[in-house]
């Protein structure tokens, strides 16, 4: 069975999934234990907080350590819930809401450490959703379009119906946590780049260069910048990192302007 996101022939370098074949190998030993996807979501939590600890006490390799194994963790759930085939809103929004919540945390650790005004700091957070939004947009676009994804929506619209394992209560209050965090960002995206939707056209080497806004590769870059002791550059470097969004968009029309 496939347990993978997109269809072999479609699979493109995802810079910010270098940690999936760790992911795997925990979710396979995983399979036949007790563990549920929602376990492993709750341990990438953890492993976050953590990280923000070692940020605020300035321990920066224990930190990009932690982070690194939150990456992991966080495809660890996903690749969980495909290999015992239970997929869940539950799971799919909670994932995205804790995400949102520790990037938040991890932000103001990393302003707080660097001295950075908590102005620069809410900007950088608001680029770094808005970067990931745009790589998570063309994303589930291409998932949809090859059926390889069950959970994932291009809309988030309207609450889904619960899925059978999880209850319908449950897919409701975290389904309107998700929109307040994420329906801003999604409106933005989406009214910068609304045809995407309708194009048929997302080559591999597209989605291998937008990938780079992937949270994956985002914490990567933050915990590189920490370990090199350059805390500094963090909230800058994030800010002024979102003119690919613009130029990501022109490049996405440009591939489909003849199509």
């Known amino acids: 069975m496939n347990h993978s996101k997109l269809p072999p022939e479609q699979k493109f370098i995802d810079l910010s999934d270098f940690g999936r074949p760790i992911a795997q190998v925990i979710a396979n030993s995983l399979k036949k234990s007790f563990a549920t996807p929602i376990h492993l979501t709750i341990a990438f939590v953890i492993a ?3 990280a923000i600890y070692f940020i605020l006490i300035k321990i920066f390799i ?3 350590i932690f982070l690194i194994l939150k990456s992991i963790l966080d495809a660890a759930d996903g690749e969980l819930a495909r290999i015992k085939n239970t997929p869940s809103y539950t799971g799919r929004y909670l994932d995205s809401v804790s ?10 650790a990393i302003g707080h450490v660097s001295n950075t005004s908590i102005i620069y700091t809410v900007i950088a957070f608001f680029a770094l959703e808005l970067q990931g939004t745009l790589y998570n947009y063309y994303y589930v676009i291409l998932r949809r379009r090859y059926n390889g994804d069950t959970t994932s929506r291009v809309f988030e619209n309207e609450t889904p119906n619960a899925l059978e394992g999880e209850k319908q209560s449950h897919v409701n209050t975290l389904f309107k ?3 307040s ?8 995206i989406y009214v ?6 309708d194009d048929k056209h997302l080559p591999k080497w597209f989605m291998s260069f937008v990938s780079i ?5 985002q914490l990567l870059l933050i915990g590189t910048l920490l370990v090199t002791k350059k805390e500094t550059l963090i909230i ?14 022109f490049l996405r029309r440009l591939i489909n302007f003849n199509k």
């Open 62 to 64: 224990v930190a990009f």
């Open 99 to 108: 995400d949102f919540i520790l990037n938040f945390l991890i932000l103001l």
């Open 213 to 217: 806004y992937g949270l994956g590769f």
């Open 177 to 179: 946590l998700y929109k």
């Open 236 to 249: 800058p470097f994030l800010i002024s990192y979102s003119v690919f969004i613009f130029i990501f968009i």
């Open 192 to 197: 910068s780049d609304k045809k995407a939707i």
């Open 181 to 188: 965090c994420y329906g801003m960002f999604d409106r933005i």
């Open 48 to 50: 976050g907080l953590i």
